[in-house]
């Protein structure tokens, strides 16, 4: 979906996609038309679009979860993409550590951060953002270190559209609703669960996850004072 934020021809699109490895053509579509839109050239698109392929990657091997949450920024001076997921994060210190070829190890991170302007990594328990801009016009800055910022990050609105996913996967997998036709995320759990072998282990992992996003969510409301819904 596209959002605009501003007079000056500035949007954001947000997609949530299945964490499979067929998804990211699908995504790497959706940012070409974007950004053949705000006017990046054909070698500017290609670059991000492979920073995105590789977080996109990254998240479906290292992740352990289903879901990722792509937004698509267009900004007056470039063009920011979000890669989210919720799962179980990792050590933000992996990502100042030199990359040696010979390992293989890294070679995503070393890739996003070769091809973007900059690069912002947050990561916890409750899962990770990378945030990568491409300015419009801008050389390439060569040897800036990754950002790391720590705390929590995720908005109280991103956690409810969350929460409504996880619980239509479990309503879905249990049958007591019907999928839509031609909807892809209700295709992509049906598909999961299928294939999975432990099937009540997938059905408690959605409930698990379900509390645990509607504790953080109340915590957070908290936080910032929010009485209503």
């Known amino acids: 979906m596209r959002r605009p934020t501003g007079a000056d021809g500035t949007w954001f699109e947000e997609y949530l996609l299945p964490a499979r490895p067929r998804y990211v053509s699908l995504a790497r579509a959706l940012l070409r038309v974007t950004a ?4 990046f050239t054909d070698t500017q698109t290609f670059d991000v679009s492979v920073a995105m392929s590789e977080a996109y990657t990254n998240v479906i091997v290292h992740a352990n979860t289903s879901w990722i949450t792509l937004r698509y920024a267009v900004q007056p001076r470039g063009l920011t993409v979000e890669v989210e ?70 908005s109280i609105g991103h956690i409810r559209r969350t ?8 309503a879905l997998m249990l049958g007591d609703v019907e999928p839509i036709e031609g909807d892809l995320d209700d295709q992509a759990i049906l598909e999961r669960f299928a294939e999975a072998d432990d099937k009540e282990g997938l059905v408690g ?13 109340e915590i957070l409301k908290e936080d910032l004072g929010e009485t209503g819904h």
């Open 163 to 170: 929460i409504d996913r996880y619980e239509r996967d479990l």
């Open 36 to 39: 053949a839109y705000a006017g």
């Open 85 to 154: 997921d919720d799962g179980e994060g990792f050590d933000t210190t992996l990502l100042d550590r030199p990359y040696r070829p010979q390992t293989g190890v890294g070679r995503g991170m070393h890739l996003i951060h070769a091809l973007m302007d900059s690069v912002e990594c947050q990561s916890s328990p409750m899962g990770t953002l990378v945030r990568m801009t491409r300015l419009r016009g801008g050389r390439m800055r060569e040897g800036i270190p990754w950002r790391v910022v720590p705390g929590p990050f995720r």
């Open 205 to 217: 992992d959605r409930k698990l996850r379900i509390k645990t996003l509607q504790a953080t969510l």
